[in-house]
T-cell receptor
Framework: RKEVEQDPGPFNVPEGATVAFNCTYS??????FFWYRQDCRKEPKLLMS???SGNEDGRFTAQLNRASQYISLLIRDSKLSDSATYLC???????????FGDGTTLTVKP | DTAVSQTPKYLVTQMGNDKSIKCEQN?????MYWYKQDSKKFLKIMFS???????INETVPNRFSPKSPDKAHLNLHINSLELGDSAVYFC?????????????FGPGTRLTVL
C-alpha cells in the first residue's frame, strides 16, 4: 500500500462546477498536510496548507480528518485556469520528509 | 528574485556519460531535497539534506551522489547515465523548524538520456 493515495482522476468538469479531491495517508505520525498545484511542464507550487480545523482560501476549501487519515480539497465555481494537476503532500517532521500523492489531473472545460 | 534555482534547465546526453545538476536557494532554508518526476508524473523523493547533512536517501542507486557545500546549495552528480534516468529532477527547500514545513520547488531540470 502506498503511503499516500490520491484519487487518480482525471477529472473533466465544466466551468462553474464544484469538484472535490481526496487523499488518504497511512503514516499516523504525519503532522502537516498540504495541497500543491502543478501546471504542465512546471514545478509544483504550494496551493494551501491544511489545518485541523479546515481552512478556506477563496474558492478553495481544504479539510483534514485525522481519525480517518484523509485530506480533501474542494474547488467551487471552477475556472478554466484551475486546470492543472493537484498533489497532496503529507509531512512527517520527525522523519524530515514529505510524501507526495501521485496527483490528480483536473481539466475545466468551457 | 528566484527563490530556488536550478541549472541547467534542459540536459540531453548520451548513455554512460556523467552529468551534474546544480541547485541554489536564497530563502534561508536549512533543508534541501532532490525529487525525480518520471514520465507518469509521479514525484518521488531521492535525497534530503538538513544543514549540509544527509538525512534521507530513498534507495537511490549509488550512481547518484548529492553534495551540499553549504545550506544554500545542493548539487546532484549522476555517473554512468542510463536510459531510465530520463526524467525531470526537481530541487526543493524548506525550513525544518516548527510543524508546518511547506516546500518550495525549483523550476526543474529535464534530463534526456539517449
Amino acid at each position: 500500500r502506498k503511503e499516500v493515495e490520491q484519487d487518480p482522476g482525471p477529472f473533466n468538469v465544466p466551468e462553474g462546477a464544484t469538484v472535490a479531491f481526496n487523499c488518504t495517508y497511512s503514516n499516523s505520525a504525519s503532522q502537516s498536510f498540504f495541497w500543491y498545484r502543478q501546471d504542465c511542464r512546471k514545478e509544483p507550487k504550494l496551493l494551501m496548507s491544511v489545518y485541523s480545523s479546515g481552512n478556506e482560501d477563496g474558492r478553495f476549501t481544504a479539510q483534514l480528518n485525522r481519525a480517518s487519515q484523509y485530506i480533501s480539497l474542494l474547488i467551487r465555481d471552477s475556472k478554466l485556469s484551475d486546470s492543472a494537476t493537484y498533489l497532496c503532500a503529507v509531512n512527517d517532521t520527525n522523519a524530515g520528509k514529505s510524501t507526495f500523492g501521485d496527483g490528480t489531473t483536473l481539466t475545466v472545460k468551457p | 528574485d528566484t527563490a530556488v534555482s536550478q541549472t541547467p534547465k534542459y540536459l540531453v546526453t548520451q548513455m554512460g556519460n556523467d552529468k551534474s545538476i546544480k541547485c541554489e536557494q536564497n530563502l534561508g532554508h536549512d533543508t534541501m531535497y532532490w525529487y525525480k518526476q518520471d514520465s507518469k508524473k509521479f514525484l518521488k523523493i531521492m535525497f534530503s539534506y538538513n544543514n549540509k547533512e544527509l538525512i534521507i536517501n530513498e534507495t537511490v542507486p549509488n550512481r547518484f551522489s548529492p553534495k551540499s557545500p553549504d545550506k544554500a546549495h545542493l548539487n546532484l552528480h549522476i555517473n554512468s547515465l542510463e536510459l531510465g534516468d530520463s526524467a525531470v529532477y526537481f530541487c526543493a527547500s524548506s525550513f525544518s523548524g516548527g510543524i508546518v514545513n511547506e516546500q518550495f520547488f525549483g523550476p526543474g531540470t529535464r534530463l534526456t538520456v539517449l
